[in-house]
């Protein structure tokens, strides 16, 4: 029996394309860079306040997952209705997030102490939406194959989403700045109200999700206490979570800006018309555009590629595997002059399963906890997608703040965009030596690891098909 109807599919999918609107402000390698050469904050700097936002991340996501799982609303509802009340906020401290009023040294540390109240407004209530927004997920059918395919349709449209904006402001953000002779500051403000706000504003419409199971009230979590120590018996779950955070260990992603601002010469595409006002930002969105959109193909076929690989465990490792091999060719393709061309198009054909991956891991976040509630009689939505949320803005902290922290090792200093200024040559001989093995084989080197938790992982189909009938079970029982 199905039970999601086309038209909240579509409500709830638009509502989710708002959310990944916002996120691709903050979520990509465009913020780290943000921080760096148009905030201006120094490269050390700008380490340790990732960290420091992220760890403030670690602490705060799972509490907010607990609350939600220990709240219900009048309604029976516990996520659906926190989709109706954080849009507006997310969208104001988005916009709060990226006013840049000045960039004195001598003002630095009221900079960073603005910056730092920002964050963490906007990432509580970012959270509390996040953590609703995907949690849903694994309540809107009883039926695993049905909402299966709900979330492949999530992370393929967010996924989408996020990627076209998270390259294409960047891009579209610069090449106006060139052309009208505006401050790059002022664009980024103007594009964080269009983008952020009116992102926020849109993702309003995922209220429109359903939330069709519910536990009965003397199986809900007591306490904060009761809700981690349910955590840490789900297996499946951490066993994912610490893939992810060995997964952040390929921070040379978010060097591939600085890369193409520092070593390749700003008339690598031509300096005629339109592509006179490209620089840096612009050649990163050529870049991503490569080696990204290709994944896009996996995430169409990531069913068919779940039932090759016999589960999507299975699926995850196969990823990673062509990943790691792809990128080393890459890598010895080299950068040098018309290679640079082929070595992102290596890297794009790599990258066609790993679109599958996002879609892979909530699934088997959706199956822990089908399996919690088998063994326990309670369900974990906040707390098991709260540590979700958690571990993606975690690795992303991590991977951002380790990106930083290399570059402060590579003694790089900082140069503010000038429209035609040339910048090949004005970094240091230890920078232009390291930037492009760090682009290449970090995320290499992160997918090894990667593969090592998802070894330990045990849960067949057969056995999710065992669980889903018992609870089909229990729960006609129960009502």
Same mark, same amino acid.
């Given at each position: 029996?199905?039970?999601?109807?086309?038209?909240?599919?579509?409500?709830?999918?638009?509502?989710?394309?708002?959310?990944?609107?916002?996120?691709?402000?903050?979520?990509?390698?465009?913020?780290?860079?943000?921080?760096?050469?148009?905030?201006?904050?120094?490269?050390?700097?700008?380490?340790?306040?990732?960290?420091?936002?992220?760890?403030?991340?670690?602490?705060?996501?799972?509490?907010?997952?607990?609350?939600?799982?220990?709240?219900?609303?009048?309604?029976?509802?516990?996520?659906?209705?926190?989709?109706?009340?954080?849009?507006?906020?997310?969208?104001?401290?988005?916009?709060?997030?990226?006013?840049?009023?000045?960039?004195?040294?001598?003002?630095?540390?009221?900079?960073?102490?603005?910056?730092?109240?920002?964050?963490?407004?906007?990432?509580?209530?970012?959270?509390?939406?996040?953590?609703?927004?995907?949690?849903?997920?694994?309540?809107?059918?009883?039926? $695993?194959? +049905?909402?299966?395919?709900?979330?492949? %349709? &999530?992370?393929?449209?967010?996924? *989408?989403? /996020?990627? @076209?904006? =998270?390259?294409?402001?960047?891009?579209?953000?610069?090449?106006?700045?060139?052309?009208?002779?505006?401050?790059?500051?002022?664009?980024?403000?103007?594009?964080?109200?269009?983008?952020?706000?009116?992102?926020?504003?849109?993702?309003?419409?995922?209220?429109?999700?359903?939330?069709?199971?519910?536990?009965?009230?003397?199986?809900?979590?007591?306490?904060?206490?009761?809700?981690?120590?349910?955590?840490?018996?789900?297996?499946?779950?951490?066993?994912?979570?610490?893939?992810?955070?060995?997964?952040?260990?390929?921070?040379?992603?978010?060097?591939?800006?600085?890369?193409?601002?520092?070593?390749?010469?700003?008339?690598?595409? $031509?300096? +005629?018309?339109?592509?006179?006002?490209? %620089? &840096?930002?612009?050649?990163?969105? *050529?870049? /991503?555009? @490569?080696? =990204?959109?290709?994944?896009?193909?996996?995430?169409?076929?990531?069913?068919?590629?779940?039932?090759?690989?016999?589960?999507?465990?299975?699926?995850?490792?196969?990823?990673?595997?062509?990943?790691?091999?792809?990128?080393?060719?890459?890598?010895?393709?080299?950068?040098?002059?018309?290679?640079?061309?082929?070595?992102?198009?290596?890297?794009?054909?790599?990258?066609?399963?790993?679109?599958?991956?996002?879609?892979?891991?909530?699934?088997?976040?959706?199956?822990?906890?089908?399996?919690?509630?088998?063994?326990?009689?309670?369900?974990?939505?906040?707390?098991?997608?709260?540590?979700?949320?958690?571990?993606?803005?975690?690795?992303?902290?991590?991977?951002?703040?380790?990106?930083?922290?290399?570059?402060?090792?590579?003694?790089?200093?900082?140069?503010?965009?000038?429209?035609?200024?040339?910048?090949?040559?004005?970094?240091?001989?230890?920078?232009?030596?390291?930037?492009?093995?760090?682009?290449?084989?970090?995320?290499?080197?992160?997918?090894?690891?990667?593969?090592?938790?998802?070894?330990?992982?045990?849960?067949?189909?057969?056995?999710?098909?065992?669980?889903?009938?018992?609870?089909?079970?229990?729960?006609?029982?129960?009502?």
């Amino acid at each position: 029996m199905n039970y999601i109807s086309r038209k909240e599919k579509i409500n709830y999918y638009a509502g989710l394309s708002g959310q990944n609107i916002v996120y691709s402000l903050i979520g990509a390698s465009f913020f780290t860079y943000f921080m760096t050469d148009i905030a201006m904050f120094p490269a050390i700097v700008v380490s340790v306040l990732l960290i420091i936002m992220k760890i403030w991340d670690g602490i705060n996501d799972p509490i907010v997952g607990s609350f939600i799982d220990k709240h219900t609303f009048k309604n029976g509802e516990k996520l659906r209705p926190f989709l109706k009340y954080t849009p507006l906020p997310v969208g104001v401290f988005t916009v709060l997030l990226f006013i840049v009023f000045s960039t004195k040294e001598e003002l630095l540390w009221l900079r960073i102490a603005y910056f730092v109240i920002m964050y963490i407004c906007w990432d509580l209530v970012y959270t509390v939406q996040d953590v609703s927004i995907w949690g849903i997920t694994s309540s809107v059918s009883p039926n $695993g194959d +049905e909402r299966d395919r709900f979330v492949q %349709g &999530a992370r393929t449209v967010g996924s *989408i989403v /996020y990627g @076209i904006f =998270s390259t294409l402001i960047p891009m579209g953000l610069e090449m106006i700045a060139n052309a009208s002779g505006s401050s790059v500051k002022l664009m980024v403000l103007v594009f964080a109200i269009i983008f952020g706000l009116g992102g926020a504003m849109l993702s309003y419409r995922s209220y429109a999700a359903q939330e069709r199971i519910h536990v009965a009230q003397e199986t809900k979590q007591e306490s904060m206490a009761e809700s981690f120590s349910l955590l840490f018996k789900n297996k499946m779950m951490l066993l994912v979570t610490l893939a992810n955070l060995f997964g952040a260990l390929g921070f040379g992603g978010n060097l591939i800006t600085y890369f193409f601002k520092y070593e390749i010469p700003s008339d690598f595409i $031509g300096n +005629e018309g339109i592509f006179g006002l490209i %620089g &840096a930002l612009g050649l990163t969105t *050529i870049y /991503y555009a @490569i080696t =990204s959109v290709p994944g896009f193909i996996g995430m169409i076929f990531a069913d068919k590629l779940k039932k090759m690989c016999k589960g999507y465990v299975n699926a995850l490792i196969l990823m990673q595997v062509l990943n790691i091999v792809f990128r080393i060719i890459a890598y010895f393709i080299g950068y040098q002059g018309k290679m640079l061309w082929l070595s992102m198009l290596v890297i794009g054909i790599g990258c066609i399963p790993m679109g599958a991956v996002s879609i892979a891991q909530t699934s088997i976040f959706c199956d822990s906890i089908d399996y919690m509630e088998y063994k326990t009689g309670k369900r974990t939505e906040g707390i098991t997608f709260s540590m979700q949320t958690s571990f993606t803005k975690i690795t992303s902290g991590v991977t951002a703040g380790l990106a930083t922290l290399t570059l402060h090792i590579l003694k790089y200093n900082a140069v503010e965009d000038v429209q035609g200024a040339v910048y090949v040559g004005t970094q240091t001989a230890a920078f232009d030596k390291w930037i492009w093995p760090l682009v290449i084989l970090t995320p290499a080197l992160a997918s090894l690891l990667y593969i090592i938790p998802l070894l330990f992982i045990h849960y067949t189909p057969e056995q999710r098909r065992q669980v889903e009938q018992e609870l089909k079970a229990r729960r006609e029982k129960a009502e």
